[in-house]
């Protein structure tokens, strides 16, 4: 998408938005849920615009294990995950 292109989007992303909050009727609380959803919704498309959700896919974090030290991770296998296989006694 080129550049034009997403300043066209978001000005009528926003004009849209100021069109809503102006002219429909609603309590004040369901209009700060509607721009934030708003403005949630076009971050996380202007970042997959540019490719930084791309990156952040790659991204792996381990969650600390006992005493701190990272905790292993479970290999997924295509017949099902470790903890199905367990369940299931298939281990």
Known sequence: ???IGIVITLIV???L???VNTYIPMDGNIKK?????VVVVVVLWLLNVF???????NVRAALPGPGGAPAAA????PSGSA?????SGRA
Request: charged residues 15%.
């Open 33 to 37: 849920i509607l721009n934030i959803v």
């Open 17 to 19: 938005l100021w069109l």
């Open 74 to 77: 479970a290999v997924v296998s």
């Open 13 to 15: 992303v926003g004009v």
């Open 51 to 57: 490719g930084v959700l791309d990156h952040l896919r």
């Open 1 to 3: 998408m080129s550049l």
């Open 83 to 87: 903890a199905e296989r367990a369940l």
